[in-house]
């Protein structure tokens, strides 16, 4: 009866699917009989989150496609039409729609505009791909009720996602997020929801141009510009706008790696699109032995993240997003900045002692930047994972556009003093001391296995690790004074901390580490590193081993 059941719940959805591909696949698997595939498919639906919707490309509601972007864009009209008074000067609320290179991104952005505008709605779509901080930038700028954006960031080729965000410019948080996904529970069928073929604006370089004109703004007037980079979009939207940006800016043109330079939804010389990922910058890498730049900078294929490496010796290596956080946030307090600087539980501790020996306001949040973008007085925010907001009052949401033009006025400082990114860094361990970050990252095949630590740890917390006891031990289910309930454990040790969650956005288990080793002069340095590395490579078996991981 189950397997009666499923044919025909897979036929009901095939009925109404408007995407010739998906039906095309849903029909072989209902004619060939494959349960297994269609269970995995018909066996709940993709959850609307904080997150938006992210998941693999493919027939049926546990899968991204046109049917579940059209409720979920109809569920968004919903909340919004019941939200009341329109952000902007008009009659009706104007909802503005990016989308990057992705299969179907395209697609589903003109879905979401047929959607907004069926529903009474304005709709204005970006005319082509282009960074998801551009579409960020586009809602604050035109004042918009919503914006979305079609991207699935630096997932595998397979995966596509759907980004709301709200009038303030930045990305939802609750109740928004569970009253939206209310509503498109709420979507009865497709043909309940009207969908014109047309009505909706397509937004030329006006708001491009508006765009790049706010990254005046994050550089210092007469700053130096001479560091030369290398630079690789991995295959996504970046390329363009991040050398209209740098020629903007009188930067020296950075050299591309030229295989990853182009737009390509199947990221071909990577496994994952990602630069944090193991050998997603070797042609990076290879093309700075050859040009022997000051900076090597990558975006993720949607450029709201920026990678950098450095030369390290003979070779070069990645910095580390805590790495990254720290130059970023040493820059702008050497220039004046003021206001808050906010980061994620999971960064480094080091930039509260940055703003606090600057005398700056210091906060921290729950992971994503749809929290740090919220912090009252925000002037710089980061989170590890190569996130950075250097420019709140443009882009309220992390951008990996203007993070790399600040990064590169940086490196133009430092090299007019014959100086480094290193040499800054070393410079801050000795000011702060040494805070070394690693992370222990388990991607899992079966989500059960990710409850199943997270259980094992509150069950039997372990009491230290590394030798180093455990003072204190939170769970972030039951929030704090200054967070909202969150499924992590954090704990503090003596000279350490570790934060243990699920991603939010991928199959993995996500533990953060951090360890402070006091480090006297430059020439204690060695030494630190070395304590820290061991220390980092302790605390990371121990916690595998309480995890049962």
């Known amino acids: 009866m189950e397997d009666v059941a499923l044919i025909a719940q897979a036929q009901a959805w095939l009925a109404e699917d408007p995407d010739p591909d998906t039906r095309e696949e849903l029909a072989r698997l209902v004619d060939t009989g494959d349960h297994t595939e269609l269970a995995a498919r018909f066996g709940g639906t993709l959850q609307f989150g904080t997150a938006g919707l992210r998941g693999e490309l493919g027939a049926g509601p546990m899968r991204m496609n046109r049917s579940v972007v059209i409720r979920a864009a109809a569920g968004l009209a919903a909340y919004l039409k019941k939200q009341g008074t329109p952000h902007g000067d008009d009659t009706a609320g104007l909802v503005v729609i990016g989308y990057d290179a992705r299969h179907k991104s395209a697609t589903f952005a003109e879905d979401t505009a047929a959607v907004m505008t069926g529903a009474g709605l304005r709709a204005a779509v970006l005319d082509r791909p282009l960074p998801t901080p551009v579409l960020a930038f586009a809602i604050r700028h035109l004042g918009a009720v919503a914006g979305v954006e079609v991207t699935a960031s630096h997932n595998p080729p397979r995966d596509n996602g759907y980004k709301v965000y709200l009038g303030d410019g930045s990305q939802i948080v609750p109740p928004a997020d569970a009253e939206i996904a209310a509503e498109i529970e709420a979507v009865a069928s497709l043909a309940a929801v009207p969908r014109p073929t047309e009505g909706w604006e397509t937004l030329g370089d006006a708001v491009l141009d508006a765009y790049l004109a706010r990254t005046d703004a994050v550089l210092a007037k007469g700053s130096p510009r001479t560091a030369r980079t290398v630079y690789t979009a991995m295959h996504g939207v970046g390329k363009d706008v991040l050398l209209a940006a740098f020629a903007r800016a009188g930067f020296p043109t950075p050299e591309l790696v030229a295989e990853q330079a182009e737009p390509d939804p199947e990221f071909p010389t990577v496994a994952f699109p990602n630069p944090e990922e193991p050998g997603a910058m070797d042609l990076a890498f290879a093309k700075a032995r050859e040009t022997d730049p000051d900076l090597v900078i990558a975006n993720d294929p949607d450029a709201d993240r920026c990678a950098a490496a450095v030369k390290d010796g003979a070779d070069w290596r990645m910095l580390r997003g805590d790495e990254v956080g720290a130059l970023l946030a040493a820059h702008l307090v050497r220039r004046g900045a003021t206001g808050t600087f906010a980061e994620s539980i999971v960064s480094s501790s080091l930039l509260g002692r940055i703003a606090e020996k600057a005398g700056l306001p210091h906060e921290e949040t729950l992971t994503g930047f749809k929290w740090i973008a919220r912090v009252e007085g925000l002037r710089y925010g980061y989170e590890e994972a190569l996130g950075y907001c250097v420019d709140p009052e443009g882009v309220r949401d992390k951008d990996g556009i203007t993070a790399a033009l600040l990064l590169t ?141």
């Not at 059960?448 to 289910?477: F, H, K, N, V, Y």
């Not at 503090?492 to 006297?520: F, H, I, M, N, Q």
């Open 409 to 549: 006025e940086l490196a133009s400082d430092l090299k007019a003093d014959g100086r480094t990114l290193l040499d800054l860094l070393d410079d801050l361990a000795v000011e702060h001391g040494l805070h070394a970050t690693d992370q222990l990252s388990v991607r899992v095949q079966d989500v059960g296995i990710i409850a199943s630590a997270m259980r094992r740890l509150r069950e039997q917390p372990p009491t230290e690790l590394a030798g180093l006891r455990i003072t204190t031990a939170e769970d972030l289910t039951r929030g704090t004074e200054k967070l909202p309930p969150t499924d992590g454990l954090r704990y503090t040790l003596d000279g350490a901390r570790v934060v243990v969650r699920p991603s939010g956005t991928e199959p993995k288990l996500k533990c953060y580490l951090e360890v402070v080793v006091p480090v006297p002069d430059k020439a204690g340095l060695p030494e630190a590193r070395a304590r820290a590395a061991a220390l980092l490579e302790r605390i990371k078996q121990d916690l595998a081993r309480a995890a049962g991981i």
